[in-house]
């Protein structure tokens, strides 16, 4: 990459964060005056904002989809390749994420992540993942959508890591959907290695960005947790492959 072209990168992410600052705090501030149910109010504008900062960085978001997917309490499972697949769901699903606790203390997304009522995972903790389990489960039973990415981390390319269970154990037994996404993006464009801030450098540096969204068909969580986890594998295989056709 030539000089000018880094510093254009460099100056179009700098502008996207500039403008992901300045929304948040006018969101900060019109939720602060807010009569009605702050929780409905505060998922809209943040879906709102969430959509915007995919426009501002050059997002083209091809769906593959039945379209609008169900409403109500919802388990979506993803495969999870770039920090934007968390404001991509987000914008899609509303609801909330579970995430690796260090988001937390990332600046502006970790204060959205608070307010969006994420669930923080330590992953060296195991009294942390029951914790989130039990998370999940409340948030579940209360009708709320609630987002993971099972194979437990951001891999590059395509292929499927195994499913952790925990989420599927969570929902057993409840009247929910368990919603399957698959997601592809350009080489290269994954988080893998990059801090954050590199890797979201990276991502709104460029012109357009196109990311391919297949959303299947979805299922109960009836039966054994494990059984479930396999088919949303299978499925989750599939649905990237109908993303990546997307590009």
Partial sequence: MSRWARLLRVGRASGALAWTAAEFVA?????AVESEDIDARAERELQRWCRGLLRIGGVELRLDAAWPPARGARLVIANHRSAYDIVILYALFGGSMLSRAEVAGWPIFGHAARRSRTIFVDR????SGFKAIRSIREALQRGRTVTVFPEGTTFPGDELRPFAAGAFAAA???DVDVVPVGLAYPAGTEYVEDTILDHLANLTGRRRLPV???VGAPRRPEGRPERLVRACETDVAALIERARAQL
């Fill in 27 to 31: 969101l900060e501030a019109k939720l």
């Fill in 124 to 127: 060296a903790s195991p009294q």
């Fill in 172 to 174: 057993r037994g409840l």
């Fill in 212 to 214: 391919g969204v297949a």
